[in-house]
């Protein structure tokens, strides 16, 4: 099933369902099954349609602008004004202080895939 651009299991109960969705977490998951007043142990499956269209237009509100583009936004503003930051995200260096000499290789990988984004 699909819910805000996510694919979330109908077979999971709706406060974990929710959590499926980029920028949701546990207490804004609560929030909107007690906004929508639906428990929050039903399964997806069990609710009806005017259930579930209040329940993607709570989420809708509550996550009103996309969390990963405003995440790439922000690195690609580092990397315009070329602070220190912005340098090591373009090099898919860690730019929060870690170690290099020996633990890089991850963070290496992760941000080469995060700066074929940038391009």
Do not use: D, W
């Amino acid at each position: 099933m699909l819910l805000l651009g996510s694919n979330v299991s109908e077979n999971k109960a709706a406060f974990f369902a929710l959590q499926a969705i980029y920028g949701v977490g546990q207490k804004s998951a609560a929030a909107v099954c007690n906004l929508v007043g639906i428990n929050p142990q039903t399964r997806l499956r069990e609710l009806n349609s005017t259930q579930l269209e209040l329940l993607t237009k709570s989420c809708r509100r509550l996550i009103a602008s996309n969390k990963k583009r405003e995440k790439v936004e922000a690195i690609k503003s580092l990397i315009k004004i070329s602070c220190y930051r912005g340098t090591r995200h373009m090099n898919a260096l860690p730019c929060r202080g870690q170690r290099t000499r020996t633990n890089a290789y991850t963070s290496k990988n992760l941000l080469s895939k995060l700066r074929n984004q940038l391009k």
